[in-house]
T-cell receptor
Framework: NAGVTQTPKFQVLKTGQSMTLQCAQD?????MYWYRQDPGMGLRLIYY???????DKGEVPNGYNVSRLNKREFSLRLESAAPSQTSVYFC????????????FGPGTRLTVL | AQKITQTQPGMFVQEKEAVTLDCTYD???????LFWYKQPSSGEMIFLIY??????QNATEGRYSLNFQKARKSANLVISASQLGDSAMYFC??????????FGTGTSLTVIP
């Protein structure tokens, strides 16, 4: 039982390059999330998927796209990376309701030069 | 507006003493959940404790308790008998309608031997 896995762990991009961050969970959770964490800003929600087949914008969606490929997988794509997207990205999953906390992946440290 | 506020960027506590980390929230939802997470220097997010908006009793989990004051919209975390391993960032979070989560900016706790 791996929980939430993310790939890659580290990535360096040049401005304008594209990439996809992968996330998978094996807990049969309905909801999945992408956050970015910047110093002094806490975690900010980029996009989330409340259930398979749905995606919604969070607090900071600009410059990102997501795909809920199936119940297990939720990917985050940067089409044209910018230095402002340098951050640590966390994927998380949770059950739909109740007191179910989010389970987090280990994070991806992304640097855009 | 949905918002979580943590006003203490950094806190110090003597080993074996108790410490309170402050969290206030703002939401118009009647049903919501409040969470605390710990993030050690290694970067992973660790769930600590949960409080539902309709729960009448304060939540407790071992040395962690959540002081929930609904009228004041506060959800402070109390850590009793602090240990050196408690040194970390602590984040307060709120789950609202649609299973969306909001996080505060965090409090850095340092336990002094």
């Amino acid at each position: 039982n791996a929980g939430v896995t993310q790939t890659p762990k580290f990535q360096v991009l040049k401005t304008g390059q594209s990439m996809t961050l992968q996330c998978a969970q094996d807990m049969n959770h309905n909801s999945m999330y992408w956050y970015r964490q910047d110093p002094g800003m806490g975690l900010r929600l980029i996009y989330y998927s409340a259930s398979e087949g749905t995606t919604d914008k969070g607090e900071v969606p600009n410059g990102y796209n997501v795909s809920r490929l199936n119940k297990r997988e939720f990917s985050l794509r940067l089409e044209s990376a910018a230095p402002s997207q340098t951050s640590v990205y966390f994927c998380a999953s949770s059950e739909t309701s109740g007191g179910n906390e989010q389970f987090f992946g280990p994070g991806t440290r992304l640097t855009v030069l | 507006a949905q918002k979580i506020t943590q006003t203490q960027p950094g806190m110090f506590v003597q080993e074996k003493e108790a410490v309170t980390l402050d969290c206030t929230y703002d939401t118009s939802d009647q049903s919501y959940g409040l969470f605390w997470y710990k993030q050690p220097s290694s970067g992973e997010m660790i769930f600590l404790i949960y409080q539902g908006s309709y729960d009448e009793q304060n939540a407790t989990e071992g040395r962690y308790s959540l002081n929930f004051q609904k009228a004041r919209k506060s959800a402070n975390l109390v850590i009793s008998a602090s240990q050196l391993g408690d040194s970390a960032m602590y984040f307060c979070a709120m789950r609202v309608t649609g299973n969306q989560f909001y996080f505060g900016t965090g409090t850095s706790l340092t336990v002094i031997p």
